[in-house]
């Protein structure tokens, strides 16, 4: 097992001897995907939530500190400094992607690489925004140097999914902006942040990073309790986001960078190109066993081509491989949160007893910590598998005649991330393309629904996003424009 027993509050690497949490792994190399011991983490609570305040608050010095007042250029050295370390542990890394949350080898792989790049892309992005704000603008007699800077203390907070890769998205822009940061990660695919520690505390002065483990409840409430914080960074649930902000006695001056739920659907005009259509439809709903805020978690089909999509698309699922991460060709991992079954079975239970079909062969069948995915069909409003972001193997399907149902649908949601439409008559799309751009922030043409390249806005309508994560997005979101100004006399 892996114990990890540290630290990094204040540039020191402390040592942990209070209470344990384990941490569980489904997969192994013997056939069986029940949860077996992978290792612990130190179980903190308020005493270490302060204590990394305190450190970030000093670090920052209310603006005075060494790191919000430092070069551009030896910013920038620190954070090299920092991803050639993280370079150097990749194996590691991937390994442990592959055990505490059963990402598949290609994809645990690609998240390492994407996040080095993500890395590199923010460092160039950075000595842009530099070079631009080194220049004068001169209006009505005022010149003006515009420049951004930072907003005090970040408290980030990543989810299991993408564990490296989107915690980073919103730790590493917070850092190079020349804010201090609080980082917790998620309960799952926290074991792998343990390689990271002596590059994070060799690379940044002290307190410019603290990093606590444990529960969310916890580390993070105390933390925003204080009113301290300038920052919530969150990818994950909006009950959790509200919840903490909810702490924070001036919420409404607190900075909300906030990546959330969504329930992306997929549109199959009758125009649509069947082959890559179900092609992007798998993708797009199991890729990672759908286990993706970007995932297509509702498809409406249109009625002309249903007979035909339902029979390709439910063939296509039972066709995926299952297997350990490693295993060559698999797509179907098991699914490393322990309840998350028994959740997808309550799912399909009520659909059934409300009226739905399970349509696939294999749909529902279960092996210790996995599921196979139930094609769903048809899928009613009262539905759970309808109104809840099922973030798992499982996909709900609505039939519609015109396209205004599932346009009228997404109006109504509480969501507004992205959308897939498949056709081929442009003087359809056109226009459709128009309205859909005008209920969700990204429409995918032909395609599946997904985040990268990292350079694209990715950001979401209603209860799906706040503020804007992109290579370039985000070192605006993590700080605030500044400027000298002086006259012509
Ligand atoms: O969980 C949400 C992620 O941002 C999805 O990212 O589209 O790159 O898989 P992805």
Known sequence: PIDQRQYLVGGELKPWSGAVTEVYSTISSEESYAPTLLGSIPDMGEAEANEALQAALSAYDKGKGAWPTMKVRDRIECMEKFVRQMESKREEIVKLLMWEIGKSLPDSQKEFDRTVEYIYDTLEDYRQLDRNSAK????????????????????????????????????????????????????????????????????????????????????????????????????????????????????????????????????????ADMDLTVQECIAGTLSFNGQRCTALKVVYVQEEVKEEFLKRFTRAVDALKFGNPWEEGVKLTPLPEPGKPDYIQELIDDALAKGAKILNEKGGQRFDNFIWPAVLYPVTKDMRVYQEEQFGPIIPIRSFEEI??????????????????????????????????????????????????????????????????????????????????????
Do not use: W
């Not at 990268?452 to 993590?478: I, M, N």
């Open 136 to 271: 004068f603008q001169k209006h009505d007699g005022v010149y003006a140097h515009i420049r951004r800077g930072p907003l005090g203390v970040v408290l980030c907070l990543g989810p299991y999914n993408y564990p490296l890769n989107e915690t980073f998205a919103l730790l590493i822009p917070a850092i190079i902006m020349g804010n201090t940061t609080i980082f917790k990660p998620a309960k799952h695919g926290v074991l792998l942040i343990t390689p990271l520690l002596e590059a994070f505390q060799n690379s940044f002065p002290k307190g410019v990073v603290n990093i606590l483990f444990g529960r969310g409840r916890a580390v993070a409430a105390p933390i925003m309790k204080t009113g301290k914080v300038d920052v919530l960074a969150l990818i994950g649930n909006s009950k959790s986001a509200n919840a903490l902000q909810d702490q924070h006695p001036k919420s409404n001056r607190l900075r909300l960078v906030l990546g959330l739920e969504a329930k992306n659907p997929a549109i199959i005009l009758p125009d």
């Open 404 to 489: 205004e149902e599932p346009l009228d649908e997404m109006a109504e949601s509480n969501y507004g991330q992205q959308v897939s439409l498949f056709g081929k008559d442009v003087y359809t799309l056109a226009p459709l393309i128009d309205t859909l751009a005008n209920l969700v922030c990204r429409v995918n043409l032909n395609s599946s629904c997904q985040r990268g390249p990292d350079v694209y806005p990715f950001t979401g309508r209603k209860d799906s996003a706040q503020s804007t994560l992109s290579v370039h997005d985000a070192l605006r979101s993590f700080s605030i424009r500044t400027f000298v100004a002086f006259k012509d006399n």
